[in-house]
């Protein structure tokens, strides 16, 4: 699987956008209710009113779990704050969410430039080890996902 850093604009291309109205693309980022990559994509992009967002922020930061938009929306969104462990976890959900619902070859895995976490290389590298643990822990060399890109 290819790991690729992408500067913010390539979230909101034509291509990443058709290929998020067709759910052929999953998009990761925090549950931030404010404006944010999430906020831009689903109200702008999807259509989704600002306070059925806030409802999926809520939800998703009450319980600590990635909460996922499917089948409605290919778009997952993880609880804040999001600590070393609760990442990890959550990591591992969105990769068998990818994998047994979404089934899309390539993420976006896009931390807003506010988010609020120290060291964002860091963070790279904890997802690819999780991904790659994912892997492993399901014993198979078969993903769906061949990409995976990071907006920093």
Do not use: R, W
């Not at 290919?74 to 994998?99: D, Q, R």
């Not at 080890?129 to 769906?144: A, Q, R, S």
């Amino acid at each position: 699987m290819e790991i690729i850093i992408k500067k913010q604009d390539f979230l909101y291309s034509d291509d990443t956008i058709l290929k998020l109205k067709k759910k052929e693309i999953h998009i990761v980022c925090p549950a931030i209710i404010k404006i944010s990559y999430a906020v831009d994509l689903l109200i702008n992009h999807l259509n989704v009113s600002y306070s059925e967002f806030n409802k999926y922020c809520e939800a998703v930061n009450a319980q600590g779990d990635p909460g996922c938009l499917y089948p409605k929306y290919s778009i997952t969104l993880f609880p804040i704050p999001l600590t070393t462990k609760t990442m990890e976890e959550c990591i591992n959900e969105v990769m068998k969410a990818n994998e047994q619902y979404f089934k899309t070859s390539e993420m976006i895995i896009a931390f807003d430039n506010d988010y609020n976490y120290n060291n964002k290389e860091e963070l790279k590298h904890i997802f690819k080890d999780e991904i790659e643990k994912y892997i492993l822990k399901n014993n198979t060399t078969e993903i769906h996902l061949k990409k995976c890109y990071f907006i920093m």
